[in-house]
């Protein structure tokens, strides 16, 4: 079994590096925006996903200028904000994206996309990054699937961020 899974999550790694390179490129850039700038970023994510959260305020390698978000009243016109969530149609996770499109903060969401769903992270983010898990990595006894590790994925999508955030701040210094 460990072994199906370690097969399993190197190829969920590999179809987000494959299919979302450029999203994760271009959600660094906007995040970026905030730390070169005078503002901050600010992560929310929603169950699961306060891993990245804690990761990214609490981490051994804390994210430049990162920090929960709190409160949408914390929120100034040069910050940047991350949400992630396990589906792209969470209901919660869109109240914040509407909101923060009506406050006019650019964001970036992370979460699995679901075909058909609205309303969708997909069509409200500035840039949408997917973590390709919809459903669970392995297959169970009754026929269905198991091991949905949606706050790994999101993590390895963190740190994709974080790392091409440092490259970019690196490079303006």
């Not at 430049?64 to 978000?69: M, S």
């Not at 269905?144 to 963190?158: E, H, K, N, V």
Request: charge should be negative; hydrophobic fraction near 45%.
């Amino acid at each position: 079994m460990l072994k199906m899974l370690t097969t399993q999550l190197n190829g969920l790694f590999q179809r987000i590096a494959d299919k979302e390179a450029d999203q994760i490129e271009d959600g660094a850039r906007l995040l970026a925006q905030a730390a070169v700038g005078e503002g901050k970023i600010y992560i929310k994510g929603f169950q699961e996903m306060k891993a990245v959260e804690a990761e990214a305020a609490s981490g051994a390698e804390p994210l430049p200028c990162g920090c929960p978000l709190d409160s949408m009243d914390d929120l100034a016109g040069h910050d940047r904000v991350l949400l992630v969530s396990r589906f792209a149609h969470d209901p919660e996770a869109a109240a914040a994206a509407a909101a923060l499109r009506e406050r006019g903060i650019p964001f970036v969401a992370v979460a699995g996309r679901m075909p058909n769903e609205e309303p969708s992270l997909a069509e409200m983010a500035d840039v949408f990054i997917d973590t390709k898990l919809t459903k669970g990595l392995l297959p169970d006894e009754n026929g269905g699937r198991t091991g949905f590790p949606s706050s790994l994925a999101a993590l390895y999508i963190y740190f994709a961020l974080k790392l091409t955030i440092e490259e970019i701040l690196q490079e303006l210094e």
